[in-house]
């Protein structure tokens, strides 16, 4: 079956812009969990939906925010870009939020802004 | 923050057994110790999960001690494809649904 893809790979903004990151899910999984990487932070989670309800949250600010549709599809959205938002935008399913259920991930959005 | 910690990077040649230490030292009766990696400019892969008991599975085996303050992970034949960034992560068994806790990893470089 198909894995988690993730819209689009690339993308370059400006600093001020807002941006939309999308994310399908593995068909069948509910649960769909966000992050971001960069070479200082490494890899750090964002926010976690099931159910198109918001589960967990990551130490990010307001600006960063997501949502979820009844087909499970996410998208995320980051307002008033700063430089330090570019990084890969990583997106990953899993059938629910049980342990032992792990999560796929995608191959992720590199954002740029300039 | 993570509560694991794993060497920064090694090496192994080809077709040896790689063995990757994780220490988690803090972990608690709940929580699982997990295994993934990242290959380079691809999202991370999972790879293995226990609680106390050693686990093998198509890709690795994992050995946690008896105290379960550490664990390793085994590649018994690396290939060249299995360089990659390898995360040792521990995750609590209720309350956290798709939170995953990353720290540095280890950067694993197989060699001909």
């Known amino acids: 079956k198909a894995g988690v893809t993730q819209t689009p790979r690339y993308l370059i903004k400006t600093r001020g812009q807002q941006v939309t990151l999308s994310c399908s899910p593995i068909s069948g999984h509910r649960s769909v969990s966000w992050y971001q990487q960069t070479p200082g932070q490494g890899l750090q989670f964002l926010f976690e939906y099931f159910s198109e309800t918001q589960r967990n949250k990551g130490n990010f600010p307001g600006r960063f925010s997501g949502r979820q549709f009844s087909n499970s599809r996410s998208e995320m959205n980051v307002s008033t870009l700063e430089l330090g938002d570019s990084a890969l935008y990583l997106c990953?399913?899993?059938?629910?939020?049980?342990?032992?259920?792990?999560?796929?991930f995608g191959p992720g959005t590199r954002l740029t802004v300039l | 923050d993570a509560k694991t910690t794993q060497p920064p990077s090694m090496d192994c040649a080809e077709g040896r057994a790689a063995n990757l230490p994780c220490n988690h030292s803090?972990?608690?009766?709940?929580?699982?110790v997990y295994w993934y990696r990242q290959i380079h400019s691809q999202g991370p892969q999972y790879i293995i999960h226990g609680l106390k008991n050693n686990e093998t599975n198509e890709m690795a085996s994992l050995i946690i001690t008896e105290d379960r303050k550490s664990s390793t992970l085994i590649l018994p034949h690396a290939t060249l494809r299995d360089t990659a960034v390898y995360y040792c992560i521990v995750r609590p068994l209720y309350n956290q649904g798709g939170k995953l806790i990353f720290g540095q990893g280890t950067e694993l470089s197989v060699k001909p």
């Open positions: 803090t972990i608690s009766g709940n929580e699982y």
């Open positions: 990953a399913s899993s059938f629910d939020r049980e342990i032992g259920n792990e999560q796929f």
